[in-house]
Every structure is written in structure tokens, then in C-alpha cells.
T-cell receptor
Framework: GAVVSQHPSRVICKSGTSVKIECRSL??????MFWYRQFPKQSLMLMAT?????????EQGVEKDKFLINHASLTLSTLTVTSAHPEDSSFYIC??????????FGPGTRLTVL | GQQLNQSPQSMFIQEGEDVSMNCTSS?????WLWYKQDPGEGPVLLIA?????ELTSNGRLTAQFGITRKDSFLNISASIPSDVGIYFC????????????FGQGTRLTINP
């Protein structure tokens, strides 16, 4: 149980375009989902907390207009990287929260902006 | 804010050896989580600890929630090649909070 999927797993885009990443909880309902980014050989950095039916809460230093988060249902959250630039290239990972504050992570999305 | 200090940062061992890594914090945690991340994948939850002194096993993995609530360790017995990866400890940023804080990770490399 507690499976989270992400789509796409890998995306390459041109600078200036927008990219949408989907995060789905497949066998549980996630009132809260989280979005992280991870740079090579580093730990996970929390970007935002996404609550179903309400606005996301962004961490300090994360631009909410650049990283748009929508959590329209208990099983789906989306992250849109708007006007992507090479410095946005990273590994983006989502997670859904379980019943005891544990988080179950998706497989990640590798974004490369040319 | 709360931080988790994880050590060692990396380990190079022979197949079959036992492994031990730990996490410490200057603040009290009520939950300790241990994750493993393979290259290019998301972290996978290995063991969750919810009670001080708790000792929990998952196959060859054993983790303990320190009595002081400020530390936790993860042991892997009789390591095998598929144990290679990065291991992270994590816990709620503040009591009852949803957000997690992560340790820096322990990169495990196994020589066959």
C-alpha cells in the first residue's frame, strides 16, 4: 500500500516553456502532499506543502508564481514550473502524507531545461 | 529550526558486513523515519518509529528510537549489493507538524 506515482518521470524542455508534473496517490487519499527538489548529492529540499482544496504553502525563498501548485483532489497534486530556465533543472519529488505523519514518496521527475 | 545531523556521510564496506548509521538532533523528536533512496528514484520508507526506546526491525534492517528522543540509529546486517544507496533519517519539524526535516544522508557503497 501507500503508492505514489509521478508523471512524467523525465522531461526535457526549452527555456521559457512551462512544464507540468503530476503526483498521484494510488491507493490512499492524501489530504496533504509535499513537493521537494533535490540537487545532485544533496538531501531533499521542501518547496511547498499542498493541501487539498486550498492554496499551497511555500517555503521561504520558493517563488509561488514560478512554481504553481494545484491540489484539486485527494489523490492528485500538480506542480507547474512556469517559464522554466536552466537553473530550474533538478529532480522534483512529491510525497503524500500517511496517517502517522510518515510520507510516501513518488519516484521523482527529472527536469532538464535547455 | 530543527536540524538532523546524520553520520557517517558515506560508508564503503565489503559485502556481508554489518552497517550502522545514526541521526542526532538538538531538539526532541516524536517520530523518526528512515528512508532509502536509489539513484534516480524517490525515497522509500524503510522503518517508522513513534515511541522513545522503540526497536523495530524490517528484515535485515533494525532501527531504534533513542530514549532521549534526540537520536536514532539504523543497522543493516549482512549487507548485500542491493543495499547500496543513500539512507536518510527524517522527522517532523515540530511536534505534530506535517513537514519533515531530513538528515544529510548516508551514502552506502558495497564492494562485492
Amino acid at each position: 500500500g501507500a503508492v505514489v506515482s509521478q508523471h512524467p518521470s523525465r522531461v526535457i524542455c526549452k527555456s521559457g516553456t512551462s512544464v507540468k508534473i503530476e503526483c498521484r496517490s494510488l491507493d490512499f487519499q492524501a489530504t496533504t502532499m509535499f513537493w521537494y527538489r533535490q540537487f545532485p548529492k544533496q538531501s531533499l529540499m521542501l518547496m511547498a506543502t499542498s493541501n487539498e482544496g486550498s492554496k499551497a504553502t511555500y517555503e521561504q525563498g520558493v517563488e509561488k508564481d514560478k512554481f504553481l501548485i494545484n491540489h484539486a483532489s485527494l489523490t492528485l497534486s500538480t506542480l507547474t514550473v512556469t517559464s522554466a530556465h536552466p537553473e530550474d533543472s533538478s529532480f522534483y519529488i512529491c510525497s503524500g502524507q500517511g496517517g502517522h505523519n510518515e510520507q510516501f514518496f513518488g519516484p521523482g521527475t527529472r527536469l532538464t531545461v535547455l | 529550526g530543527q536540524q538532523l545531523n546524520q553520520s557517517p556521510q558515506s560508508m564503503f564496506i565489503q559485502e556481508g558486513e554489518d552497517v550502522s548509521m545514526n541521526c542526532t538532533s538538538s531538539s526532541i523528536f516524536n517520530t523518526w523515519l528512515w528512508y532509502k533512496q536509489d539513484p534516480g528514484e524517490g525515497p522509500v520508507l524503510l522503518i517508522a518509529l513513534y515511541k522513545a526506546g522503540e526497536l523495530t526491525s524490517n528484515g535485515r534492517l533494525t532501527a531504534q528510537f533513542g530514549i532521549t528522543r534526540k537520536d536514532s540509529f539504523l543497522n543493516i546486517s549482512a549487507s548485500i549489493p542491493s543495499d547500496v544507496g543513500i539512507y536518510f533519517c527524517a522527522g517532523p519539524i515540530i511536534q505534530g507538524a506535517q513537514k519533515l526535516v531530513f538528515g544529510q544522508g548516508t551514502r552506502l557503497t558495497i564492494n562485492p
